[in-house]
């Protein structure tokens, strides 16, 4: 288990806390020639990635988020018109441009369906299609591309952890209400996957995001909204086994595995844990994400920070 980073960095520093790439290092030395143009090694990466789907589809996303994405891979793409994996990342880069307000959702979506029919199989266009609708469509159009996505990998990591986001965000004057419909959904998710599925997190995340709309919905504070939303029986329950599934099986091949314990380190803080959370921290190192740092509406980089230091006991 490799130590923490160090505290006292640089600004510049800390913002590489939030990497969407995580662990996966061969993402990251691929990212760095694919920003200037030279889509080789994304190719041969894609090819190798192969149809580990959450890998492929959190690759896939993390170069579909770099400057210029879409001229290189429709470069990639005119220079192999039939590659699926071309047509993929220029897909995703779409559906990025257009979240960034720099192309038109209905592009993003004609390009992922066609990217789906060069490949059936994989789910990821439809990935970027679950992206898209989150942003700009309804329920119906949404749950519709979460069935595709899930039909095709039934334990997609990044998909759930939209729909659990998107369920959160309905009938936020229900309140901290137990039977809200996204903790049935967590719980069913988790107990529908295999034992070593990272899945097994998911009400977790349900609880953390229900927290995120409760919190901007009712204008608590942080500490407070905190503190009522992670004391009651339900929350205390889904933290005690997901953290023992860790204990259990840690799950570190899994290439958003960082992603999960970044909320488990998060829940476990707001309900008073430290010592649990600092197991965690140890497990993050460097690769923090921004959700759930940012809720409800704080600097992630000193959120973050500041739990680590609290959980470590650092000055």
């Not at 592009?107 to 992206?131: I, K």
């Not at 339900?234 to 314990?261: C, G, M, T």
């Not at 809720?295 to 992630?300: F, K, M, N, S, V």
Request: aromatic share 8%.
């Amino acid at each position: 288990m490799s130590p923490p980073p160090p505290l006292g960095r640089t600004r510049k520093r800390d913002a590489q806390l939030f990497d969407p790439a995580l662990c996966d290092t061969e993402l990251v030395a691929v990212r760095g020639q694919f920003t200037q143009g030279r889509w080789a090694r994304a190719r041969s990466l894609l090819v190798a990635t192969g149809d580990d789907w959450d890998r492929r589809g959190h690759r896939v996303t993390v170069l579909a988020e770099t400057p210029s994405a879409t001229a290189w891979a429709r470069e990639w793409l005119l220079a192999e018109p039939g590659s699926a994996d071309a047509a993929t990342l220029l897909a995703c880069a779409t559906v990025h441009a257009a979240l960034r307000g720099k192309g038109t959702p209905q592009a993003a979506d004609e390009a992922c369906r066609r990217a789906a029919a060069v490949l059936p199989a994989d789910p990821t266009p439809w990935l970027g299609l679950l992206m898209l609708s989150r942003a700009f469509g309804g329920d119906e159009e949404f749950s519709r591309n979460f069935d595709q996505v899930r039909a095709r990998h039934r334990e997609h990591h990044h998909a759930h952890h939209l729909m659990v986001a998107r369920l959160a965000e309905r009938d936020p004057a229900a309140g901290s209400d137990p039977l809200h419909e996204v903790y049935d959904f967590a719980a069913w998710a988790a107990e529908e996957s295999p034992a070593d599925s990272p899945l097994a997190v998911l009400p977790v995340i349900a609880h953390a995001e229900r927290y995120r709309v409760l919190a901007a919905a009712e204008g608590r504070t942080a500490p407070e909204a905190a503190t009522l939303h992670w004391s009651g029986r339900r929350a205390r329950q889904v933290l005690r086994s997901a953290f023992d599934w860790w204990l259990e099986w840690e799950r570190e091949d899994h290439p958003r595995n960082r992603v999960d314990l970044n909320f488990l380190a998060h829940a476990k803080l707001c309900e008073g844990r430290p010592a649990e959370a600092a197991a965690l921290f140890h497990r993050i190192g460097a690769h923090a994400t921004r959700a759930p740092w940012s809720y409800p509406d704080r600097d992630p980089t000193k959120a973050f920070l500041a739990a680590r230091s609290a959980a470590l006991g650092t000055a």
